[in-house]
Nanobody, 115 residues
C-alpha cells in the first residue's frame, strides 16, 4: 500500500503564492510519475502538472508560467509552487503517484484564492 499526505493549502489573495507538498510512503516503484490534479466545485478533476522520476514535466496550459512542479526522489515528495494565483485556481488539489496501471491519490487540500 501507498499513502500520500498533502500539505500547504489555504486561503490566499489574488496574485499571491502558495506551495503544496505531498509525501508518499509505502511500497513505491522506483520509476514513477507524481502529479497534482485539482477539482473545482461542480467541475471534473483536471490535471495541473506532472513530473517523472527523470525530471520531465508537463503542465496544463492554464498554469504554465505560474506554477512549478518539482520532486525530491530520495524523499518521494512532490511540490507545487503556485505563483500569481487567480480566483479560478480555487479548488481542492490532489496529489497523485502512478506507475503502470497502479495509481494512488492523496486526500486533497483546499486552495482558495479570494480577496
Amino acid at each position: 500500500q501507498v499513502q500520500l499526505v498533502e500539505s500547504g493549502g489555504g486561503l490566499v489573495q489574488p496574485g499571491g503564492s502558495l506551495r503544496l507538498s505531498c509525501a508518499a510512503s509505502g511500497s513505491i516503484f522506483s520509476r514513477n510519475i507524481m502529479g497534482w490534479y485539482r477539482q473545482a466545485s461542480g467541475k471534473e478533476r483536471e490535471l495541473v502538472a506532472l513530473i517523472f522520476t527523470s525530471g520531465f514535466t508537463n503542465y496544463a496550459d492554464s498554469v504554465k508560467g505560474r506554477f512549478t512542479i518539482s520532486r525530491d526522489n530520495a524523499k518521494n515528495t512532490v511540490y507545487l509552487q503556485m505563483n500569481s494565483l487567480k480566483p479560478e485556481d480555487t479548488a481542492v488539489y490532489y496529489c497523485n503517484i502512478e506507475w503502470g496501471s497502479t495509481r494512488y491519490w492523496g486526500q486533497g487540500t483546499q486552495v482558495t484564492v479570494s480577496s
